[in-house]
Nanobody, 120 residues
Framework: QVQLVESGGGLVQAGGSLRLSCAAS????????MGWFRQAPGKEREFVAA???????LYTDSVKGRFTISRDNAKKMVYLQMNSLRPEDTAVYYC??????????????WGQGTQVTVSS
């Protein structure tokens, strides 16, 4: 069982940066791949980025070169550094966990979400 709590969302101007954090509970954090997803108003939730226990990462094309996912296994934390933000990045961002390998789906545990709003 993993519980996830996101923080760090907010309002930022286009071109700005935000860093999202996700605090995880549970004793087996290193057995989980961690991911970030987002859901914009009126749209389906979409994959953003994921990271394996060892640090291998995966990104959706629209954020490559702008977003960086990282994790600190000792602190049970996952981060999403978002640079060069665009209005189309506006969404609720969710942290998620899945057992085993890196992937874009199959996430079992979810946080409550944090709002990111990018103004033009």
């Amino acid at each position: 069982q993993v519980q996830l709590v996101e923080s760090g969302g907010g309002l930022v101007q286009a071109g700005g940066s935000l860093r999202l954090s996700c605090a995880a509970s549970g004793r087996t954090f290193t057995t989980y791949a961690m991911g970030w997803f987002r859901q914009a108003p009126g749209k389906e939730r979409e994959f953003v980025a994921a990271i394996s226990w060892s640090g291998a990462s995966l990104y959706t094309d629209s954020v490559k070169g702008r977003f960086t996912i990282s994790r600190d296994n000792a602190k049970k934390m996952v981060y999403l550094q978002m640079n060069s933000l665009r209005p189309e990045d506006t969404a609720v961002y969710y942290c998620a966990a899945r057992l085993g390998a890196l992937g874009e789906n199959g996430y079992r545990y979810w946080g409550q979400g944090t709002q990111v709003t990018v103004s033009s």
